[in-house]
């Protein structure tokens, strides 16, 4: 099966620091990958599509400018939390769209983000 | 009103039983819905999809949609402690594009012995 991996699995980091988290599918190559956000016992809310060699496309009510997002290869999106703040801290999930046209997402197992 | 709407539970089942979990969507040209199991800390993992009206059977799993009534449900036969999680219903919309997907907020169920 098609495999996602997240880079870090867990962070710690002081406010007004920066963070980038990686994405990577493995076995695959993912033209499309999708950035999650998932506070405690909520559900998954979609942060924005990364396309391979394009910006990103951002949900309404992400900020662009503090989520940046880079979808350099075929199988890495890097997602950079700029000037954390501890409302940033939440689980980040990563998704690679399986290739072939199917329509389904393989997820990667997380990232914790804690700013302190 | 939300999007993609599922009860929050907690659906409390004996081990053995069938458990049935629902979701409703308020997009009604949304194309493909899948259903998610998440445990505590840990990513979803597909489970199973569903496109087209009727009923899909995977194992255990059973997927029903009702695209006239914008319905979609899940059950577990022979539920085992081990399906005790968060199940996540997730839709792609008509005009999402890019194959985008919509949670719901999740159901969590729990299967007692």
């Known amino acids: 099966g098609a495999v996602v991996s997240q880079h870090p699995s867990r962070v710690i980091c002081k406010s007004g620091t920066s963070v980038k988290i990686e994405c990577r599918s493995l076995?695959?190559?993912?033209?499309?990958m999708f950035w999650y956000r998932q506070f405690p016992k909520k559900s998954l809310m979609l942060m924005a599509t990364?396309?391979?060699?394009?910006?990103?496309?951002?949900e309404q009510g992400v900020e662009k400018d503090k989520f940046l997002i880079n979808h350099a290869s075929l199988t890495l999106s890097t997602l950079t939390v700029t000037s954390a703040h501890p409302e940033d801290s939440s689980f980040y999930i990563c998704?690679?769209?399986?290739?072939?046209?199917?329509?389904?997402?393989?997820f990667g197992p997380g990232t914790r983000l804690t700013v302190l | 009103q939300k999007e993609v709407e599922q009860n929050s539970g907690p659906l409390s089942v004996p081990e053995g039983a069938i458990a049935s979990l629902n979701c409703t969507y308020s997009?009604?040209?949304?194309?493909?819905f899948f259903w998610y199991r998440q445990y505590s800390g840990k990513s979803p993992e597909l489970i199973m999809f569903i496109y087209s009206n009727g009923d899909k059977e995977d194992g255990r799993f059973t997927a029903q949609l009702n695209k006239a009534s914008q319905y979609v449900s899940l059950l577990i036969r022979d539920s085992q402690p081990s399906d005790s999680a968060t199940y996540l219903c997730a839709v792609t919309p008509f005009s999402g594009g890019y194959n985008k997907l919509i949670f719901g907020a999740g159901t969590r169920l729990a299967v007692h012995p």
């Open positions: 998704s690679a769209l399986a290739p072939r046209g199917r329509n389904e997402q393989f």
């Open positions: 990364s396309n391979e060699g394009s910006k990103a496309t951002y």
């Open positions: 997009d009604r040209g949304s194309q493909s």
């Open positions: 076995d695959f190559q993912a033209t499309t």
